[in-house]
């Protein structure tokens, strides 16, 4: 049973870089038809999609962050990661992993909230 | 890429049967039979409910059903049940490996 689980710190300074981690289990980041993505929820808002990496460690982003994103993958330990640079409290939020494919976002981790303050 | 529009609220008796509705863009919705559909319950995360426009994954109720015309594309839960109240979001790939999301619906049942 394929099961995704986010980590990182739960407070970032402003103006610092975010940095989580998606750990994957029962199932290969490198594993063909799969993207890995980033997704992200604000307090009382709605769910933003950050970012994808395809195993081939082609990424996408969404053009209103792909200023200050990268998502990179470490297939030797099954996980992708996502930075968030230049962080304000806007960046304050759950952020989501979760398997993708051209269709759906059929996996998600249970989400980890990120807070940003000083 | 803008956000898919969803009303932000809908409500329905148990047993009802209710109709969110999502408009994108012909760049969205209206270029891919690719919507999908998600309940979030509270501080859970999304669940996938209707992908494809019309296909519902392996154990979703048969009571969850889509459909698009154009730009839009619509989930109707039928049979309302208490435990169907939740926020409703709507996701479609826009091209080039990116997806968009709606800005979610919060369904009240009476």
């Known amino acids: 049973q394929l099961q995704l689980q986010e980590s990182g710190p739960g407070l970032v300074k402003p103006s610092e870089t975010l940095s989580l981690t998606c750990t994957v289990s029962?199932?290969?980041?490198?594993?063909?038809?799969?993207?890995w993505g980033w997704i992200r929820q604000p307090p009382g808002k709605g769910l933003e999609w950050i970012g994808s990496i395809y195993k081939s460690g082609n990424t996408y982003y969404n053009p209103s962050l792909k200023s200050r994103v990268t998502i990179s993958g470490d297939t030797s330990k099954n996980q992708f990661s996502l930075k968030l640079t230049s962080v304000t409290a806007a960046d304050t939020a759950v952020y989501y992993c979760?398997?993708?494919?051209?269709?759906?976002?059929?996996?998600w981790g249970q989400g980890t909230t990120v807070t940003v303050s000083s | 890429q803008s956000a898919l529009t969803q009303p932000a609220s809908v409500s329905g008796s148990p047993g009802q049967s209710i109709t969110i509705s999502c408009t994108g863009t012909s760049s969205d919705v209206g270029s891919y039979n690719l919507v999908s559909w998600y309940q979030q319950h509270p501080g859970k995360a999304p669940k996938l409910m209707i992908y494809?426009?019309?296909k519902r994954p392996s154990g979703v109720s048969n009571r969850f059903s889509g459909s698009k015309s154009g730009n839009t594309a619509s989930l109707t839960i039928s049979g309302l049940q208490a435990e169907d109240e939740a926020d409703y979001y709507c996701?479609?790939?826009?091209?080039?490996?990116?997806?968009?999301f709606g800005g979610g619906t919060k369904l009240t049942v009476l």
């Open positions: 979760a398997r993708v494919t051209i269709a759906t976002l059929d996996v």
């Open positions: 494809e426009g019309t």
């Open positions: 996701c479609s790939y826009a091209g080039s490996s990116t997806w968009v």
């Open positions: 029962g199932g290969s980041i490198s594993s063909t038809y799969y993207y």
